[in-house]
């Protein structure tokens, strides 16, 4: 069953109404009600669920257009019911896969400075901190599966929890979320919705999990159907399986299976801390006693509004409610594609590739149609033309049919005169239909902004490399946008991300690739002790790519500096990170870069090891590449000689055909006298 897995929720989530008050995650007396609190949120939401109604309409075509469901059903019973073929050709899955291929062969890095007077230093704790939760959580995979939503319906959808089931100190996933299942503010318009000022999820779970997560709460309470949606909001059909279900429940009433829907809300208000300024610098205090500083002179009260972060779980009540922890910002993170400013909804690639892709399907299926139902040859003849016309019939499919006629049948009667049978003519395909197949091919791609080159398939034109590559890397660019939402989405990703490290993680081990006490590069196991005095950091992230393999041109641009770097005797830092650019996998590279303790002797060795490595590296490049040049050489030699070849036999075929015209154009006049005749 879709989404029957726990809520995503943190650990305050789970804690039930009965005992929310003292800890502090319910609604204080001085707030509003809590019935004026539930209808404001069922109010919002309906709102919100409103806007993006078309939307979801669309999205659950785009996905069927992807999954490869591209006839509607009214076509298919109509193609049905004529007995015509329905063929479907997916081409926009190919499509999503190549995109999605490329942005996982060039996934960023993020690096982390922290944001303190002085030089700028790269935190190795806080880089190493970043990759140990991604790699903890599956966050690539994870990531990909979002961006390939983005690119499906306009909308990518994550979520980062902390869960104690699987992990009793606390493990921080990361996970994709269905878009159709999540609804955003109604204003929100900016990209990767970063105005949003509050993000819901509507959760399907089963209702003994949903009351075994909330012992205290009614059965009842449970289930939030004031949202008028389906039970998964996805497909028809599950409350149809839930129906036939309950009459095979012989059980009991109550049906502990059937589904309920859980609405999780995270919304931020406006807040404000008061600060004071004093002979001694500024200084935070609560609201109550601000007025312990009001009407002194050497003080300055100053109020400043912040953003406060709230979360809510909402069944037909509010189940539980409080304070967003760590509460810097939403949980659930976007990345978003175009925005149709007129419609007012985001969308992908697969919704230009739509109307091509439905038409090349029809086309094709139009063809096999033709084909199978035009003639394909026959005859007429008169009744008493062959001898035995039941085995005429049945000879005249075979390839080589013998066939007896009566006397006279051939040359039509017994004196030879007249003609008694008519051979037909095959049918044949209307003029045009291939260049009308190839066109609404070649439309999918052109509407999606995606070459032909990417995906690997011939191309009519005889293409050299480079210009392969820079036709490949136009596409890119064609699709630069959905790559710098990924970007923004990472760097949102990861301040969110370093919020759960030093909330959660304050201490736990990770590898990281340091400096020792004499000052030697090795791998070392050491805790995440984040500095408390540092509140801000910088992340700063790759580049968006720019080409099939970022790495790889990378690389390219890199190998003309390597002999220049070696003779210097560059830093072994810079070295390392030379090494970690080329090519090499990064288990061969960490394995020759991080080695240990050793000796002076030992580290010398590696550092020369190092140096050879990418020296073979630039000299098997650069012998690569002289080796297609002179294969590019010798091939436009040969074909200098072909062309040179037949520029001779040209020549010596036009002077032999000279010859005969002046041989034919002349003729004897006299003894020893010719006279030349013109030959219009």
């Known amino acids: 069953m879709p989404g029957a897995n726990i809520i995503p929720m943190t650990d305050q989530a789970l804690r039930t109404p ?77 499509v999503t896969n190549v995109v999605r291929g490329i942005e996982i062969s060039n996934r960023q890095e993020v690096t982390v400075y922290p944001r303190q007077e002085g030089d700028a230093v790269l935190s190795d704790e806080g880089t190493e901190a970043l990759k140990w939760l991604d790699q903890r959580c599956q966050a690539d995979t994870e990531e990909s599966s979002a961006f390939e939503d983005m690119l499906t319906c306009g909308v990518g959808v994550t979520e980062t929890r902390i869960d104690y089931l699987d992990d009793p100190k606390g493990k921080t996933w990361r996970e994709r979320v269905f878009p159709l299942s999540v609804f955003w503010d109604a204003n929100a318009t900016k990209r990767n919705l970063t105005d949003a000022r509050r993000v819901w999820r509507v959760k ?74 004093g002979p001694e610098g500024d200084f935070e205090v609560p609201k109550e006693e601000v007025r312990n500083y009001r009407g002194l002179s050497d003080f300055t009260i100053t109020r400043r509004p912040f953003k406060l972060y709230k979360y809510a779980v909402i069944g037909r009540t509010i189940i539980a409610m409080g304070d967003l922890d760590p509460g810097d910002r939403f949980h659930f993170q976007f990345m978003t594609g175009d925005y149709d400013e007129i419609e007012g909804y985001w969308y992908g690639i697969v919704r230009s590739m739509k109307d091509p892709q439905q038409w090349a399907n029809k086309t094709v ?20 033309f062959f001898v035995d016309a039941e085995k005429a019939k049945r000879d005249l499919a075979k390839p080589n049919p013998s066939i007896e006629v009566v006397r006279g049948g051939l040359s039509g009667t017994i004196n030879g005169q007249g003609q ?43 293409l050299s490399g480079v210009q392969e590559y820079e036709r490949r890397r136009a596409g890119i660019t064609l699709m630069a946008h959905y790559f710098d939402s990924l970007k923004l989405y990472r760097i949102q990703q990861a301040e969110l991300s370093f919020d759960f490290i030093r909330a959660f993680h304050q201490g736990q081990l990770i590898r990281v690739l340091k400096n ?88 010398m060795q590696r550092e020369l090891l190092i140096k050879q490595v990418l020296a073979e590296l630039a000299k098997t490049e650069s012998e690569a590449k002289e080796n297609l040049a002179q294969a590019q050489k010798a091939l436009a030699g040969a074909g200098y000689d072909m062309a040179r070849a037949q520029d001779l036999g040209f020549r010596q075929g036009l002077d032999t055909v000279n010859t005969l015209e002046e041989m034919d154009t002349r003729r004897e006049v006299g003894p020893g006298k010719t006279q030349v005749v013109d030959i219009q």
């Open 18 to 94: 009965a005992n929310a008050t003292e800890l502090g995650v319910v609604a204080s007396p001085g707030m509003t009600k809590t019935s004026d609190l539930m209808a404001r949120f069922i109010q919002q939401f309906r709102r919100d669920s409103r806007v993006s109604e078309r939307w979801r309409r669309e999205t659950r075509q785009w996905y069927a257009l992807k999954a490869g469901k591209q006839w509607d059903n009214d076509t298919l019973v109509k193609l049905r019911d004529e007995q015509r073929p329905a063929l479907t050709f997916n081409r926009i899955k190919a």
């Open 204 to 277: 399907i779970m089963e209702r003994d999990e949903a009351q075994s997560m909330y012992p205290d709460v009614d059965p009842f309470d449970l289930d939030a159907d004031w949202t008028g949606l389906t039970v998964d909001n996805v497909t028809e059909t599950i409350d149809d399986r839930i129906r036939d279900y309950k009459q095979d429940n012989h059980r009991g009433d109550k049906d502990w299976t059937q589904p309920v829907r859980l609405v999780q809300l995270q919304w931020w208000e406006r807040a404000y801390r008061f600060i004071i300024t």
């Open 365 to 384: 299926s139009n063809i096999v149609h033709i084909l199978s139902s035009m003639r394909k040859g026959g005859i007429l003849y008169e009744s008493d």
């Open 420 to 462: 008694r049978y008519q051979e037909l003519t095959t049918g044949s395909l209307p003029a045009g239909i291939g260049e009308l197949l190839d066109f609404s091919k070649r439309s999918i791609y052109e509407c999606a902004g995606v070459p032909m080159e990417l995906l690997a398939q011939d191309v009519s034109d005889q």
């Open 516 to 603: 020792n006490e004499n000052e030697e590069m090795v791998e070392q196991f050491v805790p995440i002790l984040l500095d408390e005095e540092i509140e801000d950091y910088d992340f700063v992230i790759d580049d968006s790519p720019a080409s099939p393999n970022q790495k790889e041109r990378t690389w390219q641009l890199l190998l003309p500096l390597l002999p220049a770097f070696i003779q210097m005797n560059a830093p072994p830092e810079m070295m390392h990170e030379l090494l970690r650019a080329s090519p090499l996998p990064a288990r061969v590279v960490e394995r020759i870069v991080g080695a240990g303790e050793e000796t002076e002797e030992e580290k």
